[in-house]
């Protein structure tokens, strides 16, 4: 929906989904309202550079402070041999007299350790912290503390982890008055199947179990009956399949249990801001006997991290991104900045001003005291205008120079007036004209002053009569005094003209502080989990800094490179020195110099982030943990006595288990018969050295003994491609091409001596391959809808996507507002800006449209003989004029998206 306001995915009211005005005018200030108060959140989706230089003389610095009072608290539990740590939520008012509800949630696979942080980063922790003064329940978070079990059985009943964490539950129990008919069980991904095995293994202990992309062993689900529960998942989820959890949910409701399955749409495998975002999950909780509710579509909570995970520089990759600010998405920027301005930030003091003057012979001494100011700021425009030069104009509007008191004293006369104001921009804006050179120092942005004027026209300001005069001295009357001050002040325009010039170095060397670009953000942050989203491998990507390295302007816009500090994988554990690697291929030759918003990231930088996760050993997994049977079959007992003939010695007592470990780093690039001029060519993943352990045991009990070894190498070309499925509507589909190439060898382990030295490694191989294509055809397309970037009323939409080698580029253009005639007569209307009067009218035909480029909402006015129509459009919004779903008059509409296509029926196999 385009015509009514979306501030953060919060849609208001419209009256049926096929009929939806426009913003009505009762409407108007509500909108703009949320704009104002919204504005400093989406500002902080744009490159930081940008908002801060439109912003000069205002040093965007604004803090806030929430009381929390909800804690966490570590603890500890012993287990009868050593201690262990988790980590229990304590919600604010929590009395010893009065049993509290509980939660026991089981984290992912990313947050395995023993440092009793990181599993507060993501899952729950992050929206119990953004809830901290309200929330209800005693939460325990637990750790995994095993990094080489099975993923999907980390947290299993009967594992050492499993244990652990209803341990850790049983102390919290005991140091804490929880209400234990009130315990609820939830996890994710890793923590989603320990959910579900927990709840079959115990089910009389929790009150309601919620897994989020979790599944299990459908054959003993039937335990868990008598538990309710509501199970989510991500209908992109390509790591844990949805049909998975459907699977389980449909299983325990055939054993008469009482279970639902909520299946999130293009959602992948982070579902966490969708569920424990909304307040519907925590309300069923609370009373799990009722069916549970909708999540609903209203705003959900924002997470906030409840400890702050240091951030150890790992790797210095310079060259990665290159950001091309053009004037179109500087003026969408210009045109926002006055609305997100605090009042504050235009009001102060100014230090006292001393004068003198000669009337009538005599000497006077003048100090003006006291002084304040207030004031507006209406306009910002904001554009590159040459080399190394930015102009910066900021239109300022009903500013109050306030004089408190002023003095006058002569040999035998003097005199005292109160408050004098001046007020300066009372017909239109006064300009202040800032010429700016920016340059890089010290991995920081710095702006040098060239020039700056100010002027006040002559019928746009005016000086008020001083109040409270008093006189002394023979021949000296008020009346003269009143007379003197204001015409002095009136002669003055000048030297007020210079005193505002005189603090704009200050403004600029303030301003160059809040240059700071921003970091990626964790897993739970808006920014980390789009990059999760389109990260190739299956554990969190790094966080990231980033910082300035080139910086150029000309007369269409400004060129930023930047450089990328990616952080330890392990922020707890010993720091290593830094490294530092070449760049990759993002320089200022290579951006376009036009007036859109370009962003270029060199896919190589890949290698030294995969790298990170490499040497921190964090790449591997049992195959039994890839959602896929092609896989489970590679692991399976008879599969592998087939490729390894050795093995059937053992009989049926043979236990085997392949864990799969990625040794070198991934590459990517473009493929080898793509020429570097060639636009929108697939690029590759290369990924050598992925090495599959097979190891063997006849007991139980025993050590797993590696018996063979096989070395992989895999490389795969990706497309990427933007589809435009709505005028308002762009997705990124990441695209697997069909060409697959696997190679590889294979081996008996060290120290294993075989009685049949037969190896089929080809085999092997040939079945890897086809469990990889099999895998990735599943995955084939990896989509991700792309909103506008919203700056304040402002947006920029995503125009293009193009792979041009060495690197990826994304273009963004001013979204436009569109008017379209669906019915079968002209009809007219009138449009205004915010500060400007209607137009004249504009016809509109059938069949045809209009499209307004502009930073701003626009006003629509229709006449007709029943009155007026007067609605919003915002930018980026599609209107339709068209008659009802009910029939009657036609009328203006907001457009409605096209109905997704079907999706292609499945092929037949062979």
Known sequence: MLLTWDCDRRKMSAESAGDRPPLMLREQLRFWRESIVTFPRHCRRIPLFAAALTVLCLGLSTA????????????????????????VFVPAGYRSDQPAPAILFLHGAGERGK????????????FVQARAATFPFVVVFPQCESSEARILEAWQAGSPDGARALLALDDAEKKYTIDRKRVVLSGWSMGGYGAWSLAMSEPARWSAVVPLAGGGDVSKVAAAKDVPVWAFHGSDDR??????????????QAAGGTATFTELPGVGHYLCDNVFGSDAVFKWMLDPRNSPTELGTGELVKPVNPITVPFVPAVEIPQAVGLRLGNDALSALSYS???????????????????????????????????????????????GIGKDRVQVDLGIRNVVLNIAGTSISGERHSAQAGPINIVIGTRAPAWLTLELSPYIESRAIRLKLLKSSFQIADDNWYVTAPAGVSVQGFGMTEEAVVSGLTSGLYGAKGRIENEVLAVVPGVVKQVEKNLVLPDTGSPVSQSGAAIAKLWPLPI???????????IATDENGISLIVGLTAASLDPYGPVKPLKRVDGVGATLDRLPTDTALHAMVAPQILTPLTEMAVEADQLKLDLLDIPNPMFTKMADRATLQEFIPDLKQYGDDLQV???????????AGNPAEATADEANKPFEFQLKGIEITVAIKTDAKAEWKPCAVFELNISEQVKATLEKPAYDQRVVELQWQPVSNVTGTGKFAEGYIPTNKELNADGYVEQFRTAWQTFTKGQSVSSMEVPDLAIGASRLRLNDINWKAPLIEVTYNLARIKISNLSNETFTYQTKSPTSPFSQPYSLKPGDSHEFEIPYPLTYRRVTDKGEEIYTLLVGSHSEFRVPLAGGAPRLFAANRPAPAPAPAPAEKP
Do not use: C
């Open 337 to 383: 900045v006055p609305q997100a301005v605090p009042k504050e930030m235009l009001t102060g003091r100014l230090n006292d001003m001393f004068d003198s003057t000669v009337a009538q012979g005599r000497s006077f001494g003048i100090r003006f005291s006291g002084i304040s100011y207030a004031g507006q700021l209406e306009r910002v425009l904001t554009k």
């Open 540 to 550: 969190y990507p790094p966080r990231l800094r980033i910082w300035p390295e080139q």
């Open 64 to 87: 806030s402070a929430q009381q929390v009072t909800g804690k966490f608290v570590d603890q500890t539990f012993n287990d009868g041999t050593v201690e262990h740590k988790y980590v």
């Open 115 to 126: 440092d009793n942080h990181l599993q507060l980063t993501a899952g729950l922790a992050p």
């Open 239 to 252: 790591l844990v399949k949805a049909a998975d959890g459907r699977k389980i949910v449909e299983a325990l």
């Open 657 to 667: 288990r392949s864990s799969l470990r990625v040794l070198r780093p991934l590459h």
